[in-house]
Nanobody, 116 residues
Framework: QVQLVESGGGLVQPGGSLRLSCATTRTSFLFRLYWLGWYRQAPGKERELVGFTSGSNTTYVDSVKGRFTISRDNGRNAVYLQMNSLKPEDTAVYYC?????????WGQGTQVTVSS
């Protein structure tokens, strides 16, 4: 069983930055092959995919392109979400998601609030 531990959320003013981290509790040399994604869910809305990285490919939803960056550290079995130029509409609970083979694991979620 793989557990994901998230950190890095908080309250930030519009235009600010935050970096979210997500690490597995059990390391694997196969981590480099995993599909790693970040989702978010705002109050009253469905969970949406923010972006993902798999192999050499990284993709983002249009609303965060140019502002958010996903990176991974295969040695540490971790994935990160760097969020810059944050807007109030980025306020949500953010979840990391790890998939490999038929397995699908979620982080516990971390709250990001963008407000002045």
């Amino acid at each position: 069983q793989v557990q994901l531990v998230e950190s890095g959320g908080g309250l930030v003013q519009p235009g600010g930055s935050l970096r979210l981290s997500c690490a597995t509790t059990r390391t694997s040399f196969l981590f480099r092959l995993y599909w790693l994604g970040w989702y978010r869910q705002a109050p009253g809305k469905e969970r949406e995919l923010v972006g993902f990285t798999s192999g050499s490919n990284t993709t983002y939803v249009d609303s965060v392109k140019g502002r958010f960056t996903i990176s991974r550290d295969n040695g540490r079995n971790a994935v990160y979400l760097q969020m810059n130029s944050l807007k109030p509409e980025d306020t949500a609970v953010y979840y990391c998601n790890v998939r490999f083979s038929s397995n699908n694991y979620w982080g516990q979620g971390t709250q990001v609030t963008v407000s002045s």
